[in-house]
Structures are given as structure tokens and as C-alpha cells.
């Protein structure tokens, strides 16, 4: 059985990390003791070093990394098509991962990055609210970035990154309000996962314009689900299931995503519920199909090509600039985009 790396950096007392710099040709420099010792002990062990192993610890290829939720989703679709169009008229191929929005996934796309040494990576889903998924997952990108790698992130991913920043919040109050100022009262909300932080972002700024009117969270429906078209068809069918003596139908959905308002729509005209008339339908993100939906969507615009190809912009600059420059944090502004579907055409 061949003799792995990690059994030279046991035997020579060292980490796998110097093991690897002193026999694979890093830039990162090894002392000459620790670099004699692990060549030492790789002899006496009889370990072979990989010679693409060797390259790739050289220099980094002309390759970054996007990792993305639900690449089926139109809203990451457009990150994605963004980050790609800008990598690549700077030179570069783009590995899109989609990670299904589970903090696992990510942490051991994150490593396969690192190992395949990617230039960049974007990270273009939401961040998470647990604690211990976030650490491991900046655990992993400090590793990364200690050997000479740029992250850059598309929404909140916590502090220490250059990230792309809309409005979420603003948005969110923005559009709730402009509801509430079209005669609704009886709204419900449809928020998203409470694991990533963008939903909580975007249900803080639904708050924020509640209280403008003198509600709150308690005074409305409040559904959560996933962001997707099964997420939005099943909230509202609860929703509806919901409702009787005492209980009115909502006059409005505000979905905070639109492809769950997709589903909105869906499973109110399979019921034969009239939109806007019976129930106004509102999401977020503006998607590309947004406008060509019957009813036209009211919605939040996002920039989204915009995003993308930003972040990629603060990878590539990052990797120009001094290490030691401040964190940038790009901030995007965002507006609500009243049409149809919530009885202005």
C-alpha cells in the first residue's frame, strides 16, 4: 500500500499542512529544520510525491469556484450567468457547485475547491444562522484563504468577507409597505427558511414597515417554507386551510422569494381563486420570468446579473490588492416593482 502524505507528517511530528509545503513545492516557505526533517522521514517512509499535486501547490489554476443553492432556482441561475460572464472575459473557467442550501454540502464543496486551487471563491447563497455550521465553514475558507485565495460572498455570510450587499431589508419594507398602502390589512407573509439569514433579513424589514402602520408579525398570517414553487404551493394551501369563522382569507400574499410566489400563483388558480381580485399575490428578487407571468408579478428588483458579476470583480481586485486592505462590502440598492398581480398593471 502506497505511503499517504499524512503518515510522513505523523512520523516527522509536523502538520499535514507543513508536510505538504515542504515536499509539494509551495510558495509558502518551510524552516530549513522542519523541511529537512519531513524529507526525512518521507524517505525513510518510502512516500512517492504526487507530481500534479506538486503543480497545483505552484500556483493556482485560472479557475474560481461559485457555489449556489438551487441552481434550478432563476434567481441563482442569473447569479450564476454573471459571475460566469465576468470570470470569463477575464480569462477564466467557472466551477458551479450547487449545494442544496446545506451547510455539509458546502463545507465539503469548500474543501474540494481548495484542493483543486481554485483562484476564487464566490459564495453565492445565503449564509446560515448556526453558529456551528458558519464556523466550520470559516474554519475551512481561512484555511483557503491563508493560501493565497480570494472568497467573496453575494448576501450576508458574516463579517471578514468582501460581499455584495442588497437591500434586502429596505426592499422587503419597501414592498410592504406599498401593500399596506394599497388598502391591504389582511396580509400574509410567506418567509423563507429560518436557516439562512436572508430570510431573516427580509421578514426584519416586512416588521419594520408593519410597525410604520401600527401592526405587528402578530396581527398577520405568517407562513414559513422553503423557497421554492412546492414551498409556496403548500404555504398557501395552509393558509387557506386555515381560515373560516373568525378567521378571513388573507387580501394579499407577500411571498419573500418569487419563486415561491410562483407557487402562489400555482395553487390559486388550480383552486380557482382569482388574482388580484380575490387575493393580491406579491415576491421577491424579480427573476427574469417574473414579468411574463399572468398575472405580471409584483415583486422586488434585485440586480442579479449585477451581483454576480460584482463579486466576481472583488475576488479578482482582492487578489491584486495588499491582503491586509479592509473588508469591502458593496452595497446594492434594491426597489419594489408594482404590476398585476397585486391589481396595478
Known amino acids: 500500500m502506497a505511503v499517504t502524505l499524512g503518515q510522513v507528517a505523523r512520523h516527522a511530528g509536523v502538520s ?45 489554476t485560472a479557475t474560481i469556484g461559485v457555489l449556489l443553492h438551487d441552481i434550478a432556482d432563476p434567481y441563482f441561475g442569473a447569479l450564476a450567468k454573471g459571475a460566469t460572464d465576468t470570470a470569463a472575459d477575464a480569462g477564466l473557467l467557472t466551477m458551479v457547485l450547487n449545494t442544496g442550501g446545506d451547510p455539509e454540502v458546502e463545507l465539503r464543496c469548500i474543501r474540494m475547491l481548495h484542493a483543486q486551487r481554485v483562484r476564487a471563491i464566490v459564495l453565492a447563497g445565503s449564509g446560515y444562522t448556526d453558529p456551528a455550521a458558519t464556523a466550520a465553514i470559516d474554519a475551512a475558507l481561512s484555511l483557503y484563504r491563508a493560501e493565497g485565495g480570494a472568497v467573496t460572498a453575494v ?84 393558509l387557506l386551510a386555515a381560515t373560516g369563522p373568525g378567521r378571513e382569507r388573507p387580501e394579499a400574499v407577500l411571498a419573500l422569494s418569487d419563486v415561491c410566489a410562483v407557487g402562489v400563483l400555482a395553487e390559486l388558480r388550480e383552486r380557482g381563486i382569482d388574482v388580484p381580485g380575490e387575493i393580491a399575490v406579491a415576491g421577491f428578487d424579480d427573476i427574469p420570468l417574473a414579468a411574463d407571468l399572468a398575472p405580471a408579478l409584483t415583486t422586488v428588483r434585485m440586480p442579479l446579473l449585477e451581483m454576480g458579476a460584482e463579486a466576481v470583480g472583488l475576488a479578482l481586485s482582492r487578489q491584486a490588492a495588499a491582503r491586509s486592505e479592509p473588508v469591502r462590502v458593496l452595497r446594492l440598492p434594491v426597489e419594489p416593482t408594482l404590476r398585476a398581480s397585486t391589481g396595478t398593471p
Open 16 to 60: 499535514l499542512a507543513t508536510a505538504s509545503r515542504a515536499l509539494n513545492g509551495s510558495a509558502r516557505t518551510v524552516g530549513d529544520g522542519l523541511a529537512a526533517r519531513v524529507r526525512a522521514s518521507a524517505e525513510e517512509l518510502g512516500y512517492l510525491p504526487n507530481a500534479p499535486a506538486q503543480a497545483l501547490a505552484r500556483a493556482s
Open 155 to 238: 448576501t450576508d455570510h458574516g463579517d471578514g468577507y468582501d460581499t455584495v450587499l442588497p437591500d434586502n431589508r429596505g426592499g422587503a419594507a419597501a414592498l410592504t409597505r406599498a401593500l399596506l398602502g394599497q388598502g391591504y390589512r389582511r396580509l400574509a407573509v410567506i418567509a423563507g427558511p429560518a436557516r439562512f439569514r436572508v430570510s431573516a433579513e427580509r421578514l426584519a424589514g416586512v416588521t419594520d414597515a408593519l410597525a410604520e402602520f401600527g401592526l405587528t408579525l402578530g396581527q398577520i398570517l405568517l407562513e414559513q417554507a422553503e423557497f421554492s414553487r412546492t414551498g409556496g404551493r403548500e404555504a398557501v394551501g395552509r
